[in-house]
């Protein structure tokens, strides 16, 4: 079709030898419903690309905000044990007790005699009298 065209406008070029240079541009140009389509095609492809890259940039971040709430429970865990861990060792006395003798401590009264094991090894064994 646009042989045919270009042809009956060269045609209508020799043909109309006095035509002027406005007037032959205005026969090249094209008609408005092609700049239109154009246009819209154009328009078309930019929504296209801004929403797959938004969409893209929403992902990531719901990626990231999943991330950090995961780290956030972790740690909000890892906070609680902590709370328990300090509570018990304010208010519980065997709690205390238990640390105290993890450290090597003995309390008041108490005779520590070391035993040999097989391994060479000291073995403390506490007596309450």
Not at 36 to 56: D, E, F, P, Q
Request: charged letters at 20%; a neutral charge.
């Amino acid at each position: 079709m646009n042989r045919v065209a270009n042809t009956s406008l060269v045609n209508d070029v020799k043909s109309n030898v006095s035509l002027t240079y406005e007037q032959i541009i205005s026969l090249l140009q094209m008609p408005t419903y092609v700049w239109v389509a154009m246009v819209m095609l154009a328009a078309t492809g930019l929504c296209y690309s801004l929403t797959v890259h938004t969409r893209n940039e929403l992902n990531n971040a719901q990626l990231q905000y999943n991330q950090v709430d995961q780290e956030v429970k972790q740690l909000e865990s890892e906070n609680a044990k902590i709370v328990r861990r300090l509570n018990a060792i304010e208010k519980d006395p065997r709690t205390v007790e238990t640390l105290a003798r993890e450290a090597g401590m003995i309390a008041s009264g108490e005779t520590v005699i070391f035993l040999p094991s097989q391994q060479n090894k000291s073995q403390v064994t506490v007596l309450k009298k």
